[in-house]
């Protein structure tokens, strides 16, 4: 005969309402929507980065509402001529909307390489956001006025950058040219100034003047002339220099003001 068994105590126990103010179970997707709540929304990161880009570029309202109205223009006037204009109406609205967008994009980038100019770092700071296999070793030469030289390696080579003005950017870069030429055997070394004099890249074009460098070596190669850099010629002296850039005012106590 056999035996029915006892209910357990949390079977027999009733179910309780959980009391005010704390969580019950887990639901599918809270975990999910509590993450999007704790973040701020797409929404308002594009006002926020609105707000900031009209405070720097005043401009900005203006060419995005002529990057707008010229093409819905334009548009109009071909459905008057050819028709119908329902159907070239909505296609001036996307393609203005399109051009408004753009034209935003770009004043962003260009209004964000405007604060970064001339700042120590900002040059590792754009490497280090570029999309590709870009082995940065940052401040790999400095002195004492600021003046830095960073080291890349990638399928283009060695590029050694140096931020500063004056003699002392070109002696660093002559410097840590010497030193990498001695283990770098036939690998292409190429060497860029950061700034707007002859001879020199402007910060804004430092990454369209890496994507455009000829690829010549294998992704097997990067690899290994990365580890032989790092341990023969170094990553350069330790310095509390964080990623990206840095204020460029510091006193003699090492702290910015």
Do not use: C
Request: aromatic residues 4%; hydrophobic residues 45%; glycine residues 10%.
């Amino acid at each position: 005969m056999a035996l029915r068994k006892k209910p357990t105590a949390a079977a027999a126990a009733p179910a309780t309402p959980t009391a005010r103010g704390t969580k019950g179970p887990a639901k599918p997707g809270t975990a999910a929507s509590g993450q999007e709540a704790d973040g701020p929304s797409r929404l308002a990161q594009i006002r926020l980065v609105f707000k900031v880009t009209r405070q720097r570029d005043p401009n900005v309202v203006w060419i995005m509402l002529l990057g707008f109205l010229v093409p819905l223009a334009v548009l109009l006037v071909l459905g008057l001529l050819v028709g119908p204009i329902w159907l070239w109406t909505p296609l001036g609205v996307l393609l203005g909307l399109l051009v408004a967008v753009n034209l935003f994009s770009r004043r962003v980038q260009r209004s964000a390489y405007a604060e970064m100019e001339g700042k120590p770092g900002a040059a590792a700071g754009i490497v280090e956001r570029m999309r590709g296999d870009w082995r940065l070793t940052p401040a790999v030469q400095v002195n004492r006025n600021q003046d830095v030289v960073h080291r890349v390696v990638s399928r283009a080579g060695i590029v050694i950058i140096a931020e500063g003005r004056g003699r002392g950017a070109r002696d660093l870069l002559a410097t840590e040219v010497r030193r990498i030429r001695r283990v770098a055997g036939d690998v292409p070394i190429s060497d860029i100034i950061i700034g707007n004099g002859e001879g020199e890249v402007p910060l804004a074009k430092l990454q369209p003047t890496l994507m455009r460098m000829r690829r010549t070596l294998p992704r097997r190669q990067i690899d290994q002339l990365d580890r032989r850099l790092k341990a023969v010629a170094g990553t350069g002296p330790s310095l509390p220099i964080p990623k990206g850039p840095v204020p460029r005012n510091i006193p003699r106590g090492g702290r910015p003001r």
